[in-house]
């Protein structure tokens, strides 16, 4: 069964620090999306991206973030000056249309620790 | 703004056990609602995804309902055991393109 998949796993940075987590979406979905999970609370929606761009942002996606598909397979998130509370984990997912048939596939996740 | 609920925020049963997971919604205005579960420090594994024209959808021994009317679905799971325990989250996507999740059951499951 295709996969959404994640690297790193689990990645520690100091505060301040710029990070890039990175996803590889399903090859035939169109839809890209990242989520986060601060520890003990609810799956939150950051960014979704469609045709190369932006399509929508929650207000946590502040200046501080970025999204970009640097070539046909990848997809990013950056995160340019990291503070303590951007410590969770973050999900990406993909899906094949905007209301997919077949629902929203999730990565196993990174783990991101800022110190 | 969407607001998803989930009752009860955990449970624990005996193996065997048949058992009924509830998530609400404040808009019923959605596209699908979708169930997941998450295990300790991991991500998410879909279950069944509920379109909005459909009142149910089944996946061995799990059976997933939704009332857009009343803004429910329930996540039915027979025959419990040891194995599904598990957090077990509800997303319902809305207008725009994010999901809205819930804040999951987390289900013990007993030998």
């Known amino acids: 069964e295709p996969e959404v998949t994640q690297t790193p796993s689990h990645q520690v940075t100091q505060m301040g620090q710029e990070v890039i987590l990175r996803c590889v979406p399903i090859?035939?979905?169109?839809?890209f999306y990242w989520y986060r999970q601060i520890l003990g609370q609810k799956v939150e929606f950051l960014v979704s991206?469609?045709?190369?761009?932006?399509?929508?942002k929650s207000e946590i996606f502040d200046d501080q973030f970025s999204v970009e598909r640097p070539d046909g397979s990848n997809f990013t998130l950056k995160i340019r000056s990291t503070k303590l509370e951007d410590s969770a984990m973050y999900f990406c997912a993909s899906s094949e249309g905007q209301v997919p048939l077949y629902g929203y596939t999730f990565g196993s996740g990174t783990r991101l620790t800022v110190v | 703004k969407q607001e998803v609920t989930q009752i009860p925020a955990a449970l624990s049963v005996p193996e065997g056990e048949n058992l009924v997971l509830n998530c609400s919604f404040t808009d019923s205005a959605i596209y699908n609602l979708q169930w997941f579960r998450q295990d300790p420090g991991k991500g998410l594994t879909s279950l069944l995804l509920?379109?909005?024209?459909?009142r149910e959808q089944t996946s061995g021994r799990l059976n997933a309902s939704l009332d857009k009317s009343s803004g429910r679905s329930t996540l039915y799971i027979a025959a419990s055991q040891p194995g599904d325990s598990a957090t077990y989250l509800c997303?319902?996507?809305?207008?725009?393109?994010?999901?809205?999740f819930g804040e999951g059951t987390q289900l013990t499951v007993n030998p």
């Open positions: 509920i379109q909005s024209s459909q």
């Open positions: 090859s035939n979905h169109l839809y």
């Open positions: 991206f469609y045709n190369n761009e932006i399509s929508e």
């Open positions: 997303a319902v996507r809305a207008s725009g393109s994010r999901l809205t």
